[in-house]
């Protein structure tokens, strides 16, 4: 069962980065000490989990959905995400979802580094987060609710003539989103 958030946010150093590996279905097959550190678990803890373990609910599925289908077409993709602990603290990071590939091309599995946030990029980002959460609490199945999150997400982008790679760029690089 997942902790209840407690409100206690974490941050990461400067020079921190989490690194994890998971198969294809996303259970974790590494996790670096950095990961085990801020989300509260010790790596025999993590190893086989689904890597949604650390899922916070303040965080869309809708951006999950985009990251999951991005990496499973073979792509690497940059996202904002707030991460639940085991003791129920929280931490933002820019995550990289990479796919990894064997000597034949063939999607084997997918590394994920990340880094410290932006507290400004944040802020950018919580309004948007909030409106997904609220498109996907009008649905009842978790599927649906991600589809209804993403779709919406889209149509923002679509609105500001972005893709979520420049969306996520400008956050990054400090252009006004």
């Not at 000490?33 to 801020?38: A, L, M, S, T």
């Not at 609910?57 to 077409?73: A, K």
Request: glycine letters at 8%.
């Amino acid at each position: 069962m997942k902790p209840e958030p407690t409100g206690v946010e974490r941050h990461l150093g400067i020079d921190d980065v989490i690194v994890t590996k998971t198969d294809l279905k996303g259970r974790i097959t590494y996790a670096n000490d950095v990961f085990c550190d801020i989300c509260a678990m010790t790596e025999v803890d993590l190893l086989g989990q689904p890597h949604n373990v650390i899922r916070h609910p303040e965080m869309p599925r809708g951006v999950f959905h985009l990251l999951w289908s991005t990496v499973t077409r073979g792509h690497e993709i940059f996202a904002y995400v707030v991460n639940l602990a085991a003791d129920g603290a929280h931490y933002w990071v820019l995550a990289h979802v990479t796919p990894s590939f064997d000597a034949t091309g063939r999607v084997v599995g997918y590394h994920s580094s990340r880094r410290k946030a932006d507290a400004a990029v944040v802020a950018q980002l919580r309004p948007l987060y909030r409106r997904l959460l609220d498109e996907e609490a009008r649905h009842t199945r978790a599927g649906d609710a991600a589809e209804a999150g993403v779709t919406l997400l889209q149509r923002i982008l679509d609105e500001q003539g972005l893709t979520y790679e420049r969306f996520i760029w400008d956050l990054t690089n400090g252009v006004a989103a």
